[in-house]
Nanobody
């Protein structure tokens, strides 16, 4: 099994910054893509940012230029630096990872964290 644990959420004023972390542990051979999703009250979960194993990144249009995703492969950890936060960024942020549990035979699973709440006040 693979566990993802997020941290770093909290309350911040508009214009402020937060840094989220997500550490993966368990039966991990390697991790392919890692990403951050968010779900605001009454809305569907949406992709915020993703980073591949070769460090290619992609962002939702709403966060481009404000958020930065990065990973530390030695620690199986992904980060999300969030700057210039806006009230509309308020949501529960979830970590996601595509984990290769074994190479032979190949077995890959998608894991989710339980989420961390980010609240941005006006």
């Amino acid at each position: 099994q693979v566990q993802l644990v997020e941290s770093g959420g909290g309350l911040v004023q508009a214009g402020g910054s937060l840094r989220l972390s997500c550490a993966a542990s368990g039966s991990i051979f390697k991790i392919n893509a890692m990403g951050w999703y968010r779900q605001a009250p009454g809305k569907q979960r949406e992709l915020v940012a993703v980073i591949t194993s070769s460090d290619s990144t992609s962002y939702a249009d709403s966060v481009k230029g404000r958020f930065t995703i990065a990973r530390d492969n030695s620690e199986n950890t992904v980060f999300l630096q969030m700057n210039s936060l806006k009230p509309e960024d308020t949501a529960v942020y979830y970590c996601n990872a595509e984990v290769v549990v074994s190479a032979f035979p190949t077995y890959t699973m998608t894991s989710w964290g339980k989420g961390t709440l980010v609240t941005v006040s006006v």
